[in-house]
């Protein structure tokens, strides 16, 4: 079908507006038309700012879908006078672009430059991306390359070098009511919908504009000009709300898990819960979220509250168990543990501090006196000579050196002054002071 956002434009004479989808009848014909990304092609923005200085680099147009890039990379090529050659990486391969560039070679020595528009160039591999590198850099082809994941991890670094990398924004819910304003004028009617079941629609689009005109024309195409306006219900019974937009192996994964995980650490059980649904409702295997909360457990909130860790195990089982979609209300109970619980990485810090100080101090023996004398050669080497039985002293604390010799005592754990761990501060601080004064008595 095509679209607002991602069809050509390109019309044979008798191609009747009839024929042709609301999306595409509406699609932007000049920048200002373009509505949602004023932050790159308003006034002073980047994109302005090149055609205005008549220069147009390579650029790499990153956004979620139907916010524009192809509209856009349309409307660069009119303003430059660029010829407009556009291919999907999903269906082109290497033979494909060498016939592209040799005709933008023939075309660059007849006069003419070539911009070419390569949607979802994520999905060449490394070998098919360097292949644009030659014609980009003698000047054979503008790129103008589309793409949903992060350029950063999907594009080589050769080809983000030579351009620039432009973000879009999906679009708000000021911008989809303009997009429905420009429906309601050309069909000369109101959107048959009450306020409730407007607002519906426009949260069903999920920031996607292409998907958002086509729910408009089913909307007016399965209504009568009397007819009174549609409750959500009713709306609810036309359309069909599409799964969200996420996938597990792209960057959409981890911005949520980025999200949640950073939502439990502030303490904002609301946002955790959010994200935690959010990506539930995208499709997330609930034991990747349970394997992650047990992270959580160990990694933000440690000893300040030692019982989040079996709280997460028992939910993580409890799932295993009850399957969805009781077993993600074990985990639901879960993750509001954790948002609330006091935090500290006291533990985390500890075993990376201990872990760095066993690597540099390599194979140091433990002190005599800790060692066992299995033997009487061990015994007569002073193995195990005035050790002392904690547990039998008078405060059952000795005091004792159980670093090696010759290494100084390190303090790797830091508690905080929250939660459970201000009472283990209070028995560190209570130790040291004896170990301190048994020391002095020696």
Aim: with cysteine; proline share 5%.
């Amino acid at each position: 079908m095509s679209s607002l956002f991602d069809s050509p434009d390109d019309k044979t004479p008798e191609t009747s507006s009839n024929d042709r989808p609301l999306a595409d009848l509406l699609r932007p014909q000049t920048l200002d038309d373009v509505i949602g990304q004023d932050h790159i092609i308003g006034e002073g923005a980047p994109l302005r700012k090149m055609l205005d200085r008549g220069t147009l680099p390579s650029i790499i147009f990153w956004g979620p879908p139907g916010c524009g890039k192809t509209t856009i990379a349309r409307i660069l090529s009119k303003h430059t006078q660029l010829k407009f050659e556009q291919i999907s990486a999903i269906f082109s391969g290497v033979s494909d672009l060498k016939k592209l560039f040799e005709s933008a070679r023939i075309r660059k020595q007849n006069g003419q430059g070539t911009l070419l528009f390569v949607d979802e160039i994520h999905r060449f591999n490394k070998s098919q991306q360097d292949a644009f590198l030659p014609v980009v850099e003698d000047g054979t082809i503008t790129l103008v390359g589309a793409t949903t994941e992060n350029p950063s991890f999907e594009l080589n670094a050769a080809i983000l070098s030579r351009s620039q990398v432009l973000v879009l924004k999906r679009l708000d819910e000021a911008s989809l009511e303009k997009l429905i304003t420009r429906a309601e004028d050309m069909f000369g009617a109101q959107l048959p919908l009450d306020a409730q079941a407007r607002s519906s629609l426009i949260a069903m689009a999920d920031g996607d504009g292409r998907y958002f005109l086509s729910l408009i024309e089913q909307v007016y195409s399965q209504t009568a000009d009397d007819a009174k306006p549609l409750d959500q219900e009713a709306l609810f019974a036309i359309v069909q709300k599409r799964a969200p937009l996420y996938d597990k192996s792209d960057d959409s994964h981890y911005n949520l898990i980025s999200a949640l995980h950073k939502s439990m650490r502030g303490s904002d059980v609301e946002a955790t819960l959010y994200w935690f649904w959010r990506m539930l409702d995208g499709g997330e295997d609930p034991r990747y979220i349970a394997r992650r909360m047990t992270r959580m457990a160990v990694e933000d909130v440690g000893l300040a509250d030692p019982q989040a860790l079996n709280i997460c195990i028992s939910a993580w089982d409890a799932y295993e168990r009850l399957g969805s979609p009781e077993g993600e209300l074990a985990l639901t109970q879960a993750m509001i543990y954790l948002a609330t619980a006091p935090k500290s990485t006291a533990g985390y810090k500890a075993a990376k501090l201990a872990m760095k100080s066993a690597k540099e101090t390599g194979s140091l023996m433990p002190p005599a006196h800790i060692l066992n004398a299995p033997t009487s050669l061990m015994s007569d080497l002073g193995y195990g000579d005035g050790y002392q039985y904690d547990p039998d002293t008078k405060d059952g604390f000795s005091g004792q050196n159980y670093f090696p010799d010759g290494m100084e005592r390190t303090s790797f754990y830091q508690p905080v002054e929250r939660g459970f761990e201000r009472e283990i501060k209070k028995r560190l601080d209570y130790w040291d002071k004896l170990r301190e004064k048994k020391q002095n008595d020696i």
